[in-house]
Structure formats: structure tokens, C-alpha cells
């Protein structure tokens, strides 16, 4: 969805498990957009031939630039914190892994730590720093801060060799989740109500409401 002015916009994509098509979609709007500026800059030398006015040639120079398009998951912290405070159950795990994936995932793993069940406060504090690996970027010393919201003195541990280098937050619910600092943007993909495959009346229907919320959060003026 376009904006009515200025530069952001909103994309919705439908994603099946794990594959998501955003990126495949930037690639589109790149192509079509290379094409979009080629015809721009064939009509600016016809318009030169032709020896078209001041005003015309600004126009059509502008229109010659390429649009570079970046998409960032948007973040829903009223989302986070309603699936942390609805949760069953909210346990973390501390790693200490031998191998790790560009993913965030756990090939090799020489100790594992989890506290089973955190309670309200810690909960609280973990949705924040959840909030922080995802908006802020800041996943360097997280696994040193959720340590401390444990209660754990990382400095011992790692005297006495568990020197944990990742951890894992389990949200569990009517959408279990889990998310590391490398994946907490698989955290804001959004469940749709049943199983069947929609068509695009009733998808537009669904994601509506959820883009038009997320949309006066981020202040994007949308045409929808």
C-alpha cells in the first residue's frame, strides 16, 4: 500500500512456514521502476529534440531517477506485549553454542541453561529487551542483560566455563513463538484465522484492520 505523500509506504506479504516473498517483491519494484526511469529518459531526449520548455525538462529529469526501496519488519509492541502477558508460559534458554547458522539456530551446542518459567516482572522486562534487538538494533550484550534479568552473574559462570553466548525466548500461547537477537523479526508474523487459502477480497478483509493500526503507529499516510 502506497503512501498518499512522502516516502514510506506499507507491504503485506502472505508467508508460508518459513519462506517470505518481501524479497522477492523489493527485486519487482526494483525492475519495474528500472523500466519506469529508461522511459522517462527516452521521452527527456525526445523532449530535448524538440526543444521543450524549462519546466517540462525538470519534470521529466526528475522522473529519470531510480527509487531505491528497503523494507524493515515494522514493529508491534502493544502486539509483544499482549503475546507475553496472555502467554501459558515464558521460559528462556542460555547457550553456550559450538556452531551457530546465519539464521540464529543452534547447530552445535556444548551447555544449555533454561529457566522453565519466568515470572510477571521478569516478563516485563524481557518483552523490553525483546522491543530493544528490534527496534533499537541492539542485540550486542543481550545475552549479558536477559542474564541479569535472571538473576545470573555471568562473569561466575563463565569463570566456571559456562560462558553463554546466546539465549532463546520462548513465549508460549495460542501462537507459540520463539525468538533469538538473530530472529526477533519472525516474532511479527501475524496468524490468520483458519485454514483455507484466501483470495484477494478476503485477504485485503483480513489484513486490513492489523496495516491500518501498524500504519498510524509508524504515521504513514496510507491510501487505503
Known sequence: MFPVAGTYGMAVVETCQRF??????????AYFDKCRAYEAAAKLAEALDAGAGDDELVQLTAETEWRKHRISQVSDAKYLRTLISDATKVSVDLVQAGVVTKRGRYK????????????????????????????????KGAVKRVMGMLGFDRSKLA????????????????????????????????????????????WEQDTRPKVIELAAIEQIDLAV
Open 108 to 139: 552445535e551446542v556444548e551447555h544449555r541453561l533454561q529457566v522453565p518459567n519466568v515470572d510477571e516482572g521478569v516478563r516485563a522486562d524481557l518483552a523490553g529487551e525483546i522491543l530493544l534487538w528490534l527496534e533499537g538494533g541492539k542485540t
Open 20 to 29: 517470505s516473498p518481501a524479497d522477492h517483491l523489493l527485486r519487482w519494484l
Open 159 to 202: 569463570a566456571d566455563g559456562l560462558g553463554f553466548s546466546n539465549t532463546t525466548i520462548h513465549i508460549a500461547g495460542a501462537q507459540p513463538v520463539s525468538v533469538t537477537p538473530d530472529t526477533v523479526r519472525d516474532l511479527f508474523t501475524y496468524p490468520l484465522p483458519g485454514s483455507l487459502r484466501r483470495d484477494e477480497v478476503q
